[in-house]
């Protein structure tokens, strides 16, 4: 694939190349947690009952699901910022359609329009952070990209709560408006410019792999449910579909489901470690807030101040992380991580009964530490392990990769919850250190795999 620049964009392009990615980026992941802080105040005001009103989370989740990869191919085929800017555009009509709903079903049916835009967003970040990078720097690019995904996710909550303490619920779609808007016109001027390799869309294989990926997860969330007479039809018709789609698949030199990467053994095992420490890490995410309010008597602002000190840590060794990358193995950087990771996964389960704010804060800060060293070097050896031409299936895996691993983390938390009770989190929390450490192995795996650097070039 051909760009305009070389190797990156020049300065000042770049910054503002990177400002709009940023900018569009944050509005994605916000969507992803802001509306959950939300979710009894817009049930109570719209009238509708709780278990139907999840669907306002579930509705933008499995839109993003069913597009990562369809989107992510025709990225491929038709350049980047042609689908990103258009996505860009769909997400902020969305945002206002959720601000102007006044019925759940509405609401409903506009998130999931805003989830349209919400994949496409997610599916070209990783291949645009590629092409507006020059290749040396790319892994300090991707750590800043890793710290700006960071601070949204801990920010979500805190501006949730602050927007509905001053107005209402609408105000937290209204929001996206100004910063989308900013994002789409620096976006038109600075975002590097891509061809695409031309081929015809396959839309056969982009519903198969719509359905098969949205069944999965949906099947899943619903057997951790307890309604295994729901989950087991679901669950059927997303094996027989991945069936299908990687039949059709396997022979494609540039297919929509990229087997041809995952043939790429540094690519595959990178996927691997990612899919294990998200679920790892959203293992724990899920249990602590039950285990620092349910057991160890913290209040809802005592629990959130605790946890940010996440995600903080994050963005503090996630950048650190991404210039070590440019110079040492990512198998090496993310086998440090992850045993870091593990240990303060491991601390965490063993706080005991009246743990001080201090003793869980240090605990909380290895962890994100941990993580944070991991993930920019694995997200760089993803992108790179792929072709110039794959950038966007390169991106697409990460993102659905990230998705699954967050998937089974929440489903095995249920899964602990309904047979073990909410005791359970210090158990919860060793097999989240556990997991870790299997992601650890898994990464150092990949100093025995020699890395092509037929990724790194442009084709």
Known sequence: MNGVFVDGLPRPRRYWSVLAIWLAISMAILDSSIANVALPTIAR??????????????AYQLAITALLLPLAALGDRIGYRR????GLAIFIVGSIACALAHSLATLIAARMFQGIGGAAIMSMNAALVRATYPQAMLGKGIGYNALVLSISAAAGPTIAALILSVASWSWLFLINVP?????????????PHTTGHGGSPDYVAAALSAMALSTLVFGIETLARDELQT????????????????????SDPAPLLPLDLLRIPI?????ATSIVTFAAQMLAFVTLPFLLQGVLGRNVMETGLLMTLWPLSVGVTAPLAGRLADRYPAGLLGGIGLAVFAVGLLSLSMLGASPGNADILWRMALCGAGFGFFQSPNNRTIV????????????????????L?????????????????????????????VAASIAAVISMMRLRVKTSAAGADFQ
């Open 45 to 58: 005001e719209l009238d509708a009952p709780a278990a139907l009103s999840i669907w306002i989370i579930n």
């Open 83 to 86: 689908v990103y800017l258009p």
């Open 179 to 191: 910063f989308g808007l900013a994002a789409l016109l620096i976006g038109m001027r600075a975002l």
């Open 231 to 250: 989950a087991l039809p679901v669950l059927l018709i997303a094996l027989v579909t991945g069936v299908l789609l990687v039949r059709r698949e396997w």
């Open 267 to 271: 690519f595959s095992l990178s996927i």
């Open 384 to 403: 790179t392990a792929a072709p110039r031409a794959r950038s966007g299936a390169a991106g697409g895996m990460l993102a659905t990769a990230r998705l």
């Open 405 to 433: 691993g967050q998937t089974s983390g929440a489903v095995a938390v249920a899964a602990g919850f309904h047979w073990m009770g909410v005791a359970s989190g210090p158990t919860q929390l060793r097999a989240a250190a």
